[in-house]
């Protein structure tokens, strides 16, 4: 349903901000061509921080499994050669893009992605009646079941980009919109939610 690629990532990390010296602990980008998930990247991350117990309790993820995981200056080169050029997403996509670039940051390099859709301010705007904007809860008033636990970050990235597949299906079946692509999303999300509905019926075709 999506006439371009577009790359769903999501972070866990240690806590809020890279630049109070958080930093990523597992990672999963996934390729959405069409309508369906085609390419995934997937790693736990050892960054050689310690993981907060907290962190542990929410997610899972001990301070054993990423003390083994693959060394940040491994996982981050691949992740931003698996993301290319292509459109980037996230639910909170500030959020993810933010460690994104630090961790890039670290090693000297940038990432190239061609823009950025944050898939919960998309879905504020274009479900505006909905109560919770969590993805647990969006997904759940969308019909969308996690297949695994949430808070590791393939599940995470799993039904966002399922979240992003049912806003692009939506586009179409409601409004008629034929070229379903990031541009669109991007255009979306930087509009007020009162203006969203005209917008889209002008990019629309009879339904």
Same mark, same amino acid.
């Given at each position: 349903?999506?006439?371009?690629?577009?790359?769903?990532?999501?972070?866990?990390?240690?806590?809020?901000?890279?630049?109070?010296?958080?930093?990523?602990?597992?990672?999963?980008?996934?390729?959405?061509?069409?309508?369906?998930?085609?390419?995934?990247?997937?790693?736990?991350?050892?960054?050689?921080?310690?993981?907060?117990?907290?962190?542990?309790?929410?997610?899972?993820?001990?301070?054993?499994?990423?003390?083994?995981?693959?060394?940040?200056?491994?996982?981050?080169?691949?992740?931003?050669?698996? !993301?290319?050029? /292509?459109?980037?997403? *996230?639910? &909170?996509?500030?959020?993810?893009? %933010?460690?994104?670039?630090?961790?890039?940051? $670290?090693?000297?390099?940038?990432?190239?992605?061609?823009?950025?859709?944050?898939?919960?301010?998309?879905?504020?705007?274009?479900?505006?009646?909905?109560?919770?904007?969590?993805?647990?809860?969006?997904?759940?008033?969308?019909?969308?079941?996690?297949?695994?636990?949430?808070?590791?970050?393939?599940?995470?990235?799993?039904?966002?980009?399922?979240?992003?597949?049912?806003?692009?299906?939506?586009?179409?079946?409601?409004?008629?919109?034929?070229? !379903?692509?990031? /541009?669109?999303?991007? *255009?979306? &999300?930087?509009?007020?939610?009162? %203006?969203?509905?005209?917008?889209?019926?002008? $990019?629309?075709?009879?339904?």
């Amino acid at each position: 349903m999506l006439d371009q690629p577009i790359v769903m990532l999501d972070f866990e990390t240690t806590g809020l901000s890279p630049a109070m010296g958080d930093r990523i602990t597992e990672v999963a980008a996934l390729r959405i061509v069409g309508g369906e998930v085609v390419e995934r990247y997937v790693s736990l991350v050892n960054c050689g921080v310690r993981i907060p117990s907290f962190i542990t309790g929410l997610t899972g993820i001990t301070q054993a499994m990423v003390d083994s995981a693959p060394p940040a200056d491994e996982v981050v080169p691949r992740l931003l050669d698996f !993301i290319g050029a /292509d459109a980037l997403s *996230a639910h &909170n996509a500030s959020f993810d893009e %933010k460690f994104l670039r630090a961790e890039a940051e $670290r090693l000297a390099l940038a990432p190239r992605h061609a823009s950025l859709v944050c898939s919960l301010k998309l879905s504020r705007r274009v479900f505006p009646a909905l109560g919770s904007y969590k993805l647990g809860q969006l997904s759940g008033a969308l019909g969308i079941r996690f297949r695994s636990a949430a808070h590791r970050a393939e599940a995470d990235a799993e039904v966002a980009a399922q979240v992003l597949i049912h806003i692009g299906s939506h586009l179409r079946a409601a409004y008629g919109i034929r070229q !379903i692509d990031p /541009d669109l999303f991007v *255009a979306v &999300n930087k509009l007020a939610a009162a %203006k969203v509905p005209q917008f889209l019926q002008k $990019r629309g075709q009879p339904v």
